[in-house]
């Protein structure tokens, strides 16, 4: 049988670890042949598998008994991938990794040095970031020989302005590691590079990332110039259980007048507000959508409100607006959350054409609208792949 090579991309997270698998057709073609995860690592962990249409094509329950650990999940994946997948050999694995700090600025070939500089960034990033550097490890227990990219949320932001990416700080906390970030730049990347099909004269372009985890940029030729997310992934935008921003008093008086631990205040932030917070009923749109409830309506608003808000101080930023995107799980699917934005932006010229958001786009914008407005999937995978094959062609 003959085999095509692969490119591996893992997702690794503190209860799953999530892959998708690439056929390379030569070039720079990469075409999807499966995806997967392994959930609730450490509790009840089960596994899933679809292929490249997907629909599922196996699954697997260990069971509470055996709550294995990334290694073990990592390693289990690998052997189903060669069991199933027989005419393709993966040859190379990428990987998100949250934080790249100050030294790395674009996606890099995995070795001991650069495993040593993220470790020291997990003290910054302690939610995310540990994980993600144990599937990378495992991997490398589980095939030592294949070649590992990672490719960071933060690189898409370093071409922000110096002034964008500080805080108000004494100089010695400014000039490490407690800077604006920003994240999602995985997902920022991917929609940069399809706005000019849909817009090819857009140079000043917003694009709001609205999903689970939200946040917005503002971009320059495709180039990140602010976003709402900073230091960490709980600033900027209302998202499903995450604060966002909160006046830092608010947080000094829940440690000190309230005695919150730290551990309590981390969980409020992460976990208990956001949509699910002010509504008190769910952190998923489509319930909120679907609730009567004033509560449910309550969110919505805030959650359009502070969209606005941030396109308002971003188009400022760029000095005008030529397209404005959604995308993600909310931003792609929600004809109610884009709609309520974009009338509310009708000062900017932004008109949206009622039939074509009800479609989901991916062009949703109005003949007359002086701003095109988009609504594009993204593909935080495939642009993964694609930095995969580019550091480490198979």
Request: glycine share 10%.
């Amino acid at each position: 049988m003959s085999k095509s090579k692969g490119i591996l991309v893992i997702n690794g997270g503190s209860t799953s670890v999530k892959f998708a698998g690439y056929r390379h057709e030569g070039g720079e073609d990469l075409s999807v042949v499966c995806r997967g995860q392994v959930e609730g690592i450490g509790s009840h962990p089960h596994f899933v598998a679809k292929g490249a249409d997907g629909k599922p094509v196996d699954a697997h329950d260990w069971g509470a008994e055996h709550p294995l650990n990334q290694e073990s999940a990592l390693k289990y994946i690998f052997g189903w991938l060669d069991a199933h997948m027989r005419d393709v050999v993966f040859a190379a694995a990428g990987h998100r990794v949250v934080l790249g700090g100050v030294k790395y600025e674009k996606p890099v070939l995995v070795t001991d040095q650069v495993l040593a500089d993220l470790d020291e960034l997990c003290a910054f990033e302690p939610s995310h970031q540990p994980y993600e550097i144990a599937a990378i490890r495992a991997v490398l227990k589980a095939n030592p020989s294949m070649p590992q990219v990672a490719c960071f949320d933060t690189s898409f932001h370093r071409t922000m302005p110096r002034l964008a990416q500080m805080y108000a700080l004494p100089r010695q906390y400014r000039e490490g590691n407690l800077r604006h970030w920003g994240y999602h730049g995985i997902s920022y990347d991917y929609i940069s590079r399809q706005v000019p099909q849909y817009a090819p004269d857009a140079r000043r372009v917003i694009v709001a990332h609205l999903g689970g985890g939200c946040s917005i940029c503002a971009m320059a030729d495709g180039k990140s110039m602010d976003t709402s997310l900073g230091f960490s992934a709980v600033d900027g935008l209302p998202m499903s259980t995450r604060a966002g921003e909160i006046d830092a008093g608010v947080l000094l008086h829940l440690l000190i007048a309230d005695r919150m631990e730290p551990v309590a205040l981390e969980k409020l932030l992460y976990k208990q507000s956001g949509l699910l917070g002010i509504s008190g009923i769910s952190g998923d749109m489509r319930e909120l959508e679907d609730s009567e409830a004033p509560e449910a309506a309550e969110a919505i608003e805030y959650f359009v409100y502070h969209i606005v808000k941030f396109i308002g101080a971003y188009t400022a930023v760029l000095g005008g607006l030529d397209a404005l995107v959604f995308t993600a799980g909310i931003g792609e699917h929600s004809p109610l959350v884009r709609g309520k934005v974009c009338e509310k932006l009708g000062w900017l010229g932004v008109a949206i054409d009622a039939q074509a958001n009800a479609a989901n786009g991916p062009c949703i914008s109005a003949a007359d609208s002086r701003v095109a407005v988009l609504a594009i999937p993204t593909n935080e995978e495939l642009m993964i792949a694609r930095h995969t094959l580019t550091l480490a062609a198979p």
